[in-house]
């Protein structure tokens, strides 16, 4: 994997708080198979080292996607933390059980999820995620805007209804089908959508993708 693409570290927040680590892994690798099923890795998501995880995507707003309709997927209680690099990533060896990369992605990636935690310690306490491009002048701030305002928009999404039917939102289902899904009616879905922000934050993730807005 020579070209440039985007990689991300991927770390369980809280994890030593949890009451079952084991459980919360397995939950984190069962939605991203979901999230794969609508938005394909470059290279899909692998365990690494401790509550670690990786995971590779052709561009930026492809991973944001994607990260962000796992953040919405998980399950009550488990969290992830999330540090996207842009940059290159080399196959330095394939052995049967793994393969050993390395490259600016990666190193990017790492420095990304250590300011992420720094920032979500100091001031920002709903902050989850941070990027780190090529070059900060050709867009970091405008990625790092997208995701402070998504990661707080997720954060006070304290119903799960409301995440719930902002990920049917971001995956493209209609206001109908949810509806019948959760036994209420289209307007309360829209309602829903409008008041916790799901509908705005599907539209910013368009604009980002170049696709039409929702």
């Known amino acids: ?3 440039l693409v985007l990689a991300v570290v991927v770390d369980i927040v809280g ?6 680590r084991n459980r919360a892994q397995r939950a984190i690798q069962d939605v991203f198979l979901q999230v794969e099923a609508t938005w394909q890795a470059e290279q899909p998501l ?8 990786q995971v590779v995507y052709a561009d930026v707003a492809t991973a944001l996607r994607a990260t962000t309709l796992a953040r919405l997927l998980f399950p ?12 290159e990533v080399t196959d330095i060896d394939a052995g049967q059980d793994a393969i050993i990369q390395d490259g600016s992605a ?3 990636a790492r420095a990304a999820i250590d300011e992420a935690h720094r920032r ?4 920002q306490p709903y902050l989850r995620s941070w990027f780190e491009g090529e070059a900060p002048q050709d867009g970091d701030a405008i990625v790092n805007a997208l995701l402070t305002l998504r990661d707080h928009t997720i954060d006070q999404m304290r119903n799960p209804r409301q995440r719930q ?9 209609s206001q109908e089908s949810m509806a019948a899904d959760v036994g209420i009616s289209q307007s309360a879905v829209s309602q829903n959508l ?3 922000g799901g509908a705005a934050l599907v539209s910013a993730l368009d604009l980002l993708a170049g696709a039409p807005t929702r």
């Open 120 to 123: 979500e310690d100091k001031r």
């Open 106 to 108: 990666w190193w990017r």
């Open 1 to 3: 994997m020579t070209d």
């Open 15 to 20: 994890s030593r708080r949890l009451d079952d």
């Open 76 to 87: 009550e209680g488990v969290d992830c933390r999330f540090g996207l690099g842009w940059g």
């Open 46 to 53: 692998r365990p690494t080292v401790g509550d670690e995880f």
């Open 165 to 173: 039917l902002a990920a049917g939102a971001l995956l493209g289902r």
């Open 194 to 196: 409008q008041r916790s």
